[in-house]
């Protein structure tokens, strides 16, 4: 059986082969995009995870090869799904019982309780860099501040929050826990306390990030190219995956993260897997999650960075300029996905006001 991997990226990599028995795929429906849309509460408690304590690995295999192949998208809800917007999964698709978590039984003490539900997969990052051809001292941006003075006008290249879930939850998540770091950052660039009339210190530097012009993109890549290709002549900074370091062995770019940005070099998010309700192959769904919850199954996604939630698996390669993968980056709370949704059409026109 071979898990085929698509992801909405078309930079981005398959996922890899799960076992050796090749056979016809076979799809069932997509789950739409919700970015910049109001959601509601979930209206009931999300399901309880099946931990399926009894079960066996040879005896799925063996239920798996009688089912056909898996066929596994990133955001898309095909057998299983990787999800980034976690907001939509707890929010949207548990609630109404279009997705189903599956904890394998042989890896459950392996897994932190915290992460059973929905199922943490990984954790991966988006993180300021620049070209170190045209910075050789090192990044020209120390603090997160630096990025709305008028020096950096037009020079942020990143994402549109509007069209990038996890950047919108980015925003939603400083707002409910970010704002001590980034008042003490202000008092540390300024030298003196931030004065907002604004809701608090996140929505002061969305604000002014906004207002200082960002080139918007649609897709990573065109942010790595605009930033760190060797024919790049102007210094910006970009806001991008991490994946896209793999530019500099690939395309030979010069890219490396703002080590030492305070208070954050960018900022990690969790990536879920979940199995489809009305999957036709629902044991090789099954096999696919046990896969990406090892070693060998996590490697193809996190393989230029990232952190697997099996905690028996080595941190695997980051980034040049980012050595601490824990300490320097801000960490999406779990505990507020929910909170994630229903605030992102708040922050979305917040920043589409400011944008002008």
């Not at 981005?12 to 509601?40: E, Y």
């Amino acid at each position: 059986m071979i898990a085929r991997g698509k992801r909405s990226d078309a930079g981005m990599r398959r996922t890899g082969k799960i076992i050796s028995v090749a056979l016809p795929a076979t799809a069932v429906a997509c789950a739409p995009s919700t970015a910049g849309r109001p959601a509601a509460a979930p209206a009931t408690a999300l399901p309880s995870a099946s931990l399926d304590a009894n079960s066996d690995l040879q005896a799925l295999i063996a239920a798996a090869e009688k089912e056909g192949s898996v066929l596994v998208y990133d955001n898309v809800t095909i057998d299983a799904a990787m999800y980034e917007d976690g907001g939509v999964l707890v929010g949207q698709l548990m609630p109404r019982g279009v997705t189903r978590t599956w904890v394998p039984a042989d890896l459950t003490e392996q897994i932190p309780a915290e992460n059973h539900n929905p199922l943490l997969a990984l954790s991966k990052a988006t993180i300021f860099a620049c070209n170190t051809e045209l910075s050789p001292g090192g990044c020209p941006v120390k603090n997160v501040w630096d990025l709305t003075e008028p020096a950096w006008a037009g020079k942020l290249v990143m994402q549109d929050p509007l069209g990038k879930p996890t950047v919108l939850s980015f925003f939603t998540q400083l707002d409910a826990h970010g704002n001590a770091g980034l008042e003490q950052a202000y008092r540390a660039r300024y030298g003196k306390a931030l004065k907002t009339e604004d809701k608090n210190a996140a929505h002061e530097w969305i604000k002014r990030i906004s207002l200082n012009k960002p080139v918007l993109t649609g897709s990573d890549e065109d942010i790595s190219a605009a930033v760190g290709a060797p024919d790049a002549t102007d210094r910006k900074i970009a806001f991008m995956s991490i994946s896209k370091f793999r530019n500099n062995e690939d395309k030979g770019y010069h890219q490396a993260a703002c080590e030492g940005m305070t208070p954050f070099a960018g900022f990690s998010y969790p990536k879920y897997v979940a199995i489809a309700a009305k999957s036709k192959h629902p044991n090789a769904a099954k096999l696919y999650v046990h896969f990406i919850m090892t070693e060998e199954g996590v490697k193809h996604e996190i393989g230029e960075g990232g952190v697997s939630a099996n905690s028996t698996v080595k941190p695997l390669v980051t980034p040049p300029g980012l050595p601490d993968w824990q300490g320097r980056l801000f960490h999406t709370d779990p505990k507020g996905l929910l909170g994630d949704l229903q605030n992102r059409q708040a922050l979305s026109d917040f920043w589409r006001v400011n944008r002008g």
